[in-house]
């Protein structure tokens, strides 16, 4: 079953917009993850942030973690046509060892 | 390329005929998963490796399914007699230590 849920579902911006994501989850983790995947190919790692960090940062990205409301979010700013992609949170539960945990992913799209 | 490396790519079959996949990690990883992905989900795990160690499966590995790594390094996943749901794209990710976990392109399995 999928622990991570993104919203929304799906989101049509312009460029130059940011686009702001969120993932929620329902046990303890360890750490949680945010990934991108263009259309049928794999998937590539974004960031990962630590469940003792509540904010990080990686060029235009900005992840935040809140781990009262089991929640995280994912900041692209100066959004650019390339970001088109699905982007997946994916949590790495306390109990599970090191399985990673998808949701069902925000396909986003970045018109020029 | 250091990457995570996938063979073949794509993969048509005929229902019940036998099909195996390949995996070459990174090499200095000594994690290697196995997902399966179908279309518009999340990935979802299937098993696990540390070094040659299978150490976790998940329920979704039915009898059909066999993986393996024999000298720690790379992997093959196996499905034999496939049936139709076993359509899907089958994604390879190495970690070291289950952090940052790297994913390969992956290999699309159709069954006619």
């Known amino acids: 079953s999928q622990q991570g849920e993104e919203d929304p579902q799906a989101l049509s911006i312009q460029e130059g917009e940011n686009a702001t994501m969120n993932c929620s989850y329902k046990t303890s983790i360890n750490n949680l993850q945010w990934y991108r995947q263009n259309s049928g190919r794999g998937l590539v790692h974004l960031i990962l942030i630590r469940s003792n960090e509540r904010e990080k940062h990686s060029g235009r990205l900005r992840v935040t973690l809140d781990t009262s409301k089991k929640s995280s979010s994912l900041l692209i700013t100066a959004s650019r046509a390339a970001d088109t992609a699905s982007y997946f949170c994916a949590t790495d539960k306390e109990t599970s060892g090191s399985r990673l945990t998808f949701g069902e992913g925000t396909q986003l799209t970045v018109n020029p | 390329d250091t990457g995570v490396s996938q063979n073949p790519r794509h993969k048509i079959t005929k229902r019940g005929q036998n099909v195996t996949f390949r995996c070459d990690p990174i090499s200095e990883h000594n994690r290697l998963y196995w997902y399966r992905q179908t279309l518009g989900q999340g990935p979802e795990f299937l098993t696990y490796?540390?070094?040659?160690?299978?150490?976790?499966k998940s329920r979704l590995l039915s009898d059909r399914f066999s993986a393996e790594r024999p000298k720690g390094s790379f992997s093959t996943l196996e499905i034999q007699r496939t049936e139709q749901g076993d359509s899907a794209m089958y994604l390879c990710?190495?970690?070291?230590?289950?952090?940052?976990?790297?994913f390969g392109q992956g290999t699309r399995l159709t069954v006619v």
């Open positions: 990710a190495s970690s070291l230590w289950g952090l940052n976990a790297f």
């Open positions: 490796f540390q070094n040659e160690a299978q150490l976790e």
